[in-house]
């Protein structure tokens, strides 16, 4: 009787975690993830791919920002790159060139990575109307790294941190 209840509580438990996780889901990209390139002006066709548009509502520091999007505000993650944290060199650069992109009010044209969220953010490749990539942007100035993990981004944005490592550019690199 008591393995059978036990069982029973561990399950009950395991079954409303579930739907709990499933009620704080953060709502998936209407756009498939699909393979980007960017040319030599750090930009994507915007035409030629999908994306998702969004509305800039305020920077929250190099690589995160919060944007009006199907229905509703959410925090949007960089997908390709790594700004400094708050404490860190170039943390305030990083966040005052993301603002100086995208003020409130901004478009903004997302693209999926390869995965939805990191807990509370939603994971996005961001793009102006343009289609000039806010993550190669930032790489390329020097004021954040290249994410290296994966990503349809990775190789490009990865090659940008090279070149602004050896051109000495922005806070990140100069001496």
Same mark, same amino acid.
């Given at each position: ?18 739907? &709990?996780?499933? /009620?704080? @889901? ?6 498939? *993830?699909?393979?980007?390139?960017? %040319?030599?002006? #750090? +930009? ?56 100086? &992109?995208?003020? /409130?009010? @901004? ?6 990575? *390869?995965?939805?969220?990191?807990? %509370?953010?939603? #994971? +996005? ?51």
């Amino acid at each position: 009787m008591v393995p059978t209840l036990l069982v029973g509580v561990v399950l009950a438990v395991v079954v409303a975690r579930a739907g &709990l996780d499933d /009620a704080r @889901a953060l709502p998936r990209s209407p756009v498939p *993830p699909s393979p980007l390139v960017l %040319d030599a002006g #750090l +930009r994507v066709d915007p035409d030629a791919v999908p994306l998702q548009r969004a509305v800039a509502v305020r920077v929250i520091d190099g690589d995160t920002l919060v944007a009006r999007l199907g229905g509703g505000e959410h925090s949007i993650r960089l997908f390709g790159l790594d700004a400094p944290e708050a404490d860190e060199r170039c943390a305030a650069e990083a966040a005052a060139r993301l603002g100086s &992109l995208v003020p /409130a009010g @901004a478009t903004l044209l997302l693209h999926p990575g *390869p995965r939805n969220s990191d807990g %509370d953010r939603l #994971l +996005r490749y961001a793009f102006l109307p343009n289609g000039r990539s806010l993550d190669a942007t930032l790489v390329a100035e020097g004021l954040a790294l290249a994410w290296r993990r994966d990503g349809q981004l990775r190789d490009a944005i990865v090659a940008l941190e090279g070149e602004a490592r050896r051109a000495r550019a922005g806070c990140l690199w100069a001496p």
